[in-house]
């Protein structure tokens, strides 16, 4: 979207190895919110943060609202982890939510 | 158990027939939202409503209409379904921000 910038569109690891996803904003954002869209198409909840750093597992997720960015972090990748990523970000002066238009991760063995 | 449900799952609709989406949610949010993901795209914002009896203009309302009949159910109305509408619909509840999604329903228009 235009309010959100997600990056790479497409990226491919082994596995085994790690990388990072960004979302830069255009505008400030409040609070971001990180979702996996698995092969079957579902969404998955992976963070909501409204400032500073949150990790689960293999995932770590940053959120600088000064800087207006968030990153995903993914290491030791497995197979499981493919899928379509997506940042969702909130506006600060309204109730909507932009979100970025993904980048798809394919990890290979 | 999944506390947003969407039905049907997918559904064949013809060009100008009336296509209607059900979602409903266990979570007692408040807001209630419904969107569509063309392929390889995100999603994007039709409309959304945060009380009962009440709904509100998304990025993309034209040619779609909704209703909050109760805080648990949710519809997305189509009331003369077009081809350009072929995508997969997405509901989410929400207390204030914090978003949680429905499975989807892929909805083809021929």
Known sequence: GDQVEQSPSALSLHEGTGSALRCNFTTTMRAVQWFQQNSRGSLINLFYLASGTKENGRLKSTFNSKESYSTLHIRDAQLEDSGTYFCAAEGNSNNRIFFGDGTQLVVKP | ?110
């Open chain 2, 1 to 110: 158990e999944a506390a947003v449900t969407q039905s049907p799952r997918s559904k064949v609709a013809v060009t100008g027939g009336k296509v209607t989406l059900s979602c409903h949610q266990t979570n007692n949010h408040d807001y209630m939202y419904w969107y569509r993901q063309d392929t390889g795209h995100g999603l994007r914002l039709i409309h959304y409503s945060y009380v009962a009896d009440s709904t509100e203009k998304g990025d993309i309302p034209d040619g779609y209409k909704a209703s909050r009949p109760s805080q648990e159910n949710f519809s997305l109305i189509l009331e003369l379904a077009s081809l350009s509408q072929t995508a997969v619909y997405f509901c989410a509840s929400s207390e204030r921000y914090e978003q949680y999604f429905g499975p989807g329903t892929r909805l083809t228009v021929l």
